[in-house]
């Protein structure tokens, strides 16, 4: 069974930082595009950042600069570090998992996630 869990999530301060990790199971890891994504009460779900198997990584605008993205094959996680946060970072984060472009083992914005306050 395919499954994922975040944690690293709380309140921060503006300009705080945090690191974010992902646990992983039930797919081939290291042949997986692994992502985070994020998705504040009533908002739509926003992919925040991307890493693939051999290192290629994306970001999204809003986080660019800010956000990284890491992963350990050898444990099956996935990492965000997110410094200099801004209120607007508030949301419920995500981590996801896809076989190659839009197949999705695990899709953003589903499951548990981990809750992400940044206060002024």
């Known amino acids: 069974e395919v499954q994922v869990v975040e944690s690293g999530g709380g309140s921060v301060q503006a300009g705080g930082s945090l690191r974010l990790s992902c646990t992983a199971s039930?797919?081939?890891?290291?042949?997986?595009?692994m992502g985070w994504s994020r998705r504040a009460p009533g908002n739509e779900c926003e992919l925040v950042s991307s890493?693939?198997?051999?290192?290629?990584?994306y970001y999204a605008d809003s986080v660019k600069g800010r956000f990284a993205i890491s992963r350990d094959n050898a444990k099956h996680m996935v990492y965000l570090t997110m410094n200099s946060l801004k209120p607007e970072d508030t949301a419920v984060y995500y981590c996801?998992?896809?076989?190659?472009?839009?197949?999705?083992?695990?899709?953003?914005?589903w499951g548990q996630g981990t809750q992400v306050t940044v206060s002024s």
């Open positions: 890493i693939t198997s051999d290192g290629n990584i």
């Open positions: 039930g797919f081939t890891f290291a042949d997986s595009i």
């Open positions: 996801s998992a896809e076989l190659e472009d839009g197949i999705w083992w695990h899709p953003p914005c």
